[in-house]
Structure formats: C-alpha cells, structure tokens
T-cell receptor
Framework: AQKVTQAQTEISVVEKEDVTLDCVYETRDTTYYLFWYKQPPSGELVFLIRRNSFDEQNEISGRYSWNFQKSTSSFNFTITASQVVDSAVYFC??????????????FGTGTQLKVEL | DTAVSQTPKYLVTQMGNDKSIKCEQN?????MYWYKQDSKKFLKIMFS???????INETVPNRFSPKSPDKAHLNLHINSLELGDSAVYFCASSQEWRGDTDTQYFGPGTRLTVL
C-alpha cells in the first residue's frame, strides 16, 4: 500500500526556534518520488521540494532543509530560525504511478505549523 | 503571469444546482489534475488528463464530469450538487506524468459551499 503519515497534527513554536516536521512513507516501489508542499493561510498550495528515491543526499535551501532516509522511510523537513511567515500547513506527498497509466500524489494529512512572536 | 489559474475563487450555491469550475495553465504542461480538499484539509485526487485524454478517474461520483477542450484547460462540471460536495477544489498541472518533470503545480483553489 502507498501511504504517507504525518503524525504531528499541529506544532507551535516561538519565532527563531528550529522546528522539524516528520514524514514517514510506505511504498512497494523501488523507484519513487517524494514532495513537500506548503499551504499558507491564504490557501494556495506551494511546491517546496521533490526528491527521488535514488538521491539520499540531504538538501538545504536557505532556512529549509530536508533529511531523506530510506532505511527509516522518512523524509523530514526542518525550518531553521522559524519566522511568523512560516506559519502554514505543510504536506508531505508520495508520487504513485498507477498501473493503467498516470500518476497521483498521495498526501499525508498535513502538519499545521504556528510560529508565534 | 499566473501559472495555474482557477475561476471562480469562491462559489456558493444551493443543493441540486449545477456548477462549473474552470482551470487554465500557461506552463505548456501536458498533464492536468483535479484534487479535492475536505474540511479536515485532506487532499485527494479526483481526475487526471494527459493531452486532453482522461487517464485517472478515482471513483468519483458521475455527477462530476471533467472536460479538457485543449491541453491548457481542464474544467470541472458538477451536477446536482450535494452538501457533501462542499470543499476546496484544486487544479494542478505537470509537464508530464512520469519521469523527472512530474512536479505538480497547483492553482489557488476554488472554495465551493453548498447550502
């Protein structure tokens, strides 16, 4: 079964704290792709990162970093020195190729991050 | 220079009515999608089209009918609206559906409220 679990429903931090959002996935595929999206209060879904299963290098982009570990089936997301503008719902997703063709994103249930002053 | 656009942004209607949501992408992508986000923010795919051909229909009631007049547009028509159809509907597009250009870019969403 293809599944994405984001066990943290809501996280509250004070500005400038570091915060890690957890994502655990299940798939039988040997080649797969993982994504993170951000949904700010305005409602749109913003693409953050795409990672394929062959690339276990951690990635850093400004204050954002991602830790992909195949051994634990996890793709965690860390925000360093959080800011109020980081407040959003963050979704982890797994790309699933369907046998009849096409792909879909299987999303986790999202983690609501609240950054307070 | 909006990449994926949807109209309308908000839609309030009575039960039993028929309504449409339009989606357009100017990214030159081949594949388009409709997702539904429920009140708990859970996102689930409904349909996917590749070059105007339907490739995914995820057990959506047949009151929902997508239409792709060309590969830049994917509209969603809903007949006989029910209370349970209230949700945010997101359109998305990707260059293709497999390979390295499968990243899906989402529109701003359409919040549908059925009274």
């Amino acid at each position: 079964a293809q599944k994405v679990t984001q066990a943290q429903t809501e996280i509250s931090v004070v500005e400038k704290e570091d915060v890690t959002l957890d994502c655990v996935y299940e798939t039988r595929d040997t080649t797969y792709y993982l994504f993170w999206y951000k949904q700010p209060p305005s409602g749109e879904l913003v693409f953050l990162i795409r990672r394929n299963s062959f690339d276990e290098q951690n990635e850093i982009s400004g204050r954002y970093s991602w830790n992909f570990q195949k051994s634990t089936s996890s793709f965690n997301f860390t925000i360093t020195a959080s800011q109020v503008v980081d407040s959003a719902v963050y979704f982890c997703a797994l790309r699933v190729i369907l046998t009849g063709g096409g792909n879909k994103l299987t999303f986790g249930t999202g983690t609501q991050l609240k950054v307070e002053l | 220079d909006t990449a994926v656009s949807q109209t309308p942004k908000y839609l309030v209607t009575q039960m039993g009515n028929d309504k449409s949501i339009k989606c357009e992408q100017n990214l030159g992508h081949d594949t388009m999608y409709w997702y539904k986000q429920d009140s708990k923010k859970f996102l689930k795919i409904m349909f996917s089209y590749n070059n105007k051909e339907l490739i995914i229909n995820e057990t959506v009631p047949n009151r929902f009918s997508p239409k792709s007049p060309d590969k830049a547009h994917l509209n969603l028509h809903i007949n006989s609206l029910e209370l349970g159809d209230s949700a945010v509907y997101f359109c998305a597009s990707s260059q293709e559906w497999r390979g390295d250009t499968d990243t899906q870019y989402f529109g701003p969403g359409t919040r549908l409220t059925v009274l």
